[in-house]
């Protein structure tokens, strides 16, 4: 029996698009969204960042569901523009604004601009003159004096080059608040890191960003009209990782933040998630080309690999540890050798899965990386060897959409100039 996604044999859709191909199942996209809402308390609003998954589509559909857009660059600006999120429910932050995001943000009129330095806010502040604008809505990014262990990167607490250092803000950032002519800081942000996996990791990041935030405020003498918190929620990927403990979220979390909503019922809250939004409904299809063995180690040689995937090498740890890894010719067969998945590229390191447990596997098979929806394509090498970009299908209803098409060779090398000699 092979793999379904609503009910689509996997086959079809490889026959129909080609290998390599990411595939996302938008009943998994819903039921995840909804069932992270329906724990959340309803005074946080989910926005998407962009950055784990840009396609528009993916975008459109989580925005149809309510969530609004954290963007990052002037494309993912206009992808959540263009995929229908209004702009009251799209904020742009990113450590790096060039002067033509920032135009572009006031151009668009959103909730709020993410400053990540007083250099930044100034800058904004006198564009904003410059475009004539008053009240130009902004949050400060915070780096906090506190750290969070979490399953992954740190992005504060540290020495970071995001946001502003809490001390910075104390010290200087009220004098500057009141020279501003046009700009208006309407609250705080905090990114505290990705990949959390422990919930009270969530319930001390929410507690300390909210009261830094309250106090803060106070200090500048700015209103606390929002407040983003971050969000950095995980999925598990290896054998000893465990799913975000949702019931536990929900009541800690959730009476961290009544607390607050009780003294700042107008403050609005804000949650921005990419992997957890859109990871597990992702699944990157590839076909074995040919099964070799090699010093007794049996390889599947695959049409696609790290250039597609660069989260499967496991960068970043001593021992390699799979993502999971499926035939998705043979889904419900029992696995019987170990074998190592591996990809087209010319370097040793484009190894998929280091001896997978997987049925018999046959070249012409279909396998699938899966919990793949998040920072797949776009945060992998796609262009080595000129192999390019894959092509993305979302299923819904029952019906597969193509929402990227594949590069092709014209593609690559119509952005090339050849100089002949
Ligand atoms: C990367 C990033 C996110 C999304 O992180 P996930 O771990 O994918 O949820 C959100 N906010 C900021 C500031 C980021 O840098």
Redesign the pocket.
């Known amino acids: 029996m092979e793999f379904e996604i609503q009910g689509v044999p996997v086959s079809e859709l490889a026959r129909e698009y080609g290998t390599p191909l990411y595939v996302y199942d938008a009943e998994v996209l819903r039921t995840n969204y909804q069932r992270l809402r329906e724990n959340l308390h309803p005074a946080v609003d989910v926005f998407f ?1 962009l ?2 998954n840009p396609n528009i589509s993916i975008c459109s559909y989580l925005g149809s569901l309510g969530a609004g857009a ?1 963007v ?1 660059s002037l494309t993912e600006l206009i992808t959540a523009q263009r995929a229908g999120v209004a702009p009251e429910n799209i904020i742009f ?1 990113g450590p790096g604004k060039t002067t033509k995001e920032l135009r572009a943000c006031l151009d668009a009129g959103l909730h709020a601009v993410v400053c990540e330095s007083l250099e930044e806010l100034e800058a904004l502040d006198a564009l904003a003159v410059e475009a004539g604008l008053t009240d130009v809505p902004v949050l400060l990014r915070m780096n906090p004096d506190f750290q969070t262990k979490g399953g ?1 990167l740190s ?1 504060g607490g540290k020495p970071r080059q ?1 946001g502003v250092d809490l001390s910075v803000l104390r010290q200087s950032a009220a004098s500057l608040v009141r020279t501003l002519r046009a700009a208006r800081v309407i609250g705080v942000h905090a ?1 505290m890191g ?2 959390i996996l422990d919930y009270s990791d969530v319930v001390n990041n929410t507690t300390n960003i909210l009261s830094i935030a309250e106090a803060l405020c106070e200090e500048l003498g700015v209103p606390l009209r929002t407040v983003d918190f ?5 999925v598990p990927y290896f054998d000893n990782e465990k799913e975000l403990d949702l019931n536990a979220l929900h009541g800690e979390v959730n009476a961290v933040i009544e607390q607050f909503v009780e003294r700042h019922p107008q403050t609005r809250l804000i949650m ?5 939004l859109t990871a597990v409904a992702g699944t990157y299809v590839v076909r074995v080309l040919y099964v070799k063995e090699s010093m007794g180690e049996r390889f599947a040689v695959a049409d696609g690999g790290t250039n597609h995937h660069m989260a499967a090498v496991g960068v970043g740890s001593f021992v390699k540890r799979n993502f999971p890894i499926r035939s998705l010719t043979r889904y419900h067969d029992p696995a019987t050798a170990p074998i190592t998945v591996t990809g087209p590229l010319c370097t040793p390191n484009d190894v998929i899965g280091k001896r997978v447990a997987l049925p018999p596997v046959s070249p012409g098979d279909l396998l699938g990386v899966e919990r793949s929806g ?2 797949g394509p776009t945060a992998s090498p796609v262009l080595f060897l000129s192999h390019g970009y894959p092509a993305e299908v979302l299923v819904h209803d029952g019906t597969p959409h193509l929402i990227a098409r594949r590069d092709t060779p014209a593609d690559l090398l119509n952005r090339q100039h050849l100089v002949r000699f």
Request: hydrophobic share 30%.
């Open positions: 960042s950055k784990a954290e990052s932050l992954g992005m995001f990114y990705t990949r971050g969000g950095g929620l995980g921005e998630l990419g992997r957890y998040a920072y």
